[in-house]
């Protein structure tokens, strides 16, 4: 399925969520942004080189942004690095949501 991952996030009132650009910048939220972060965060569990490939050539295939076509093992490994790294339920729960299928 293709998602286009540039999507900006927002909160349940429709305000647009803010995120850094790791230079000091306020930006705009984005799919894209949370997935990313998401797939490169260390995370406790111990993972194999090969785990830790398919998160880096998911996060380079999601960090092209547009539209970004997932299968649904994909859309499963961002929805568990999401639910792992991301202790809001707001994040969660938009990633979510966004990738339905």
Avoid: H, R
Avoid at 59 to 73: F, H, M, S, T
């Amino acid at each position: 399925m293709k998602f286009d991952v540039n999507t900006v996030l927002k909160n349940l009132n429709g305000e647009v969520l803010k995120d850094s650009d790791g230079k000091g910048n306020v930006i705009e939220a984005t799919v894209k942004l949370a997935i990313v972060n998401a797939l490169l965060a260390p995370t406790q569990k111990q993972e194999s080189g090969v785990e830790k490939m398919k998160k880096w050539e998911l996060a380079k295939k999601v960090y092209g942004g547009g539209q970004v076509d997932l299968n649904e093992q994909e859309i499963t490994l961002i929805k568990d690095c999401v639910a792992t790294v991301y202790p809001s339920a707001q994040i969660v729960g938009l990633i979510w949501d966004f990738l339905k299928i």
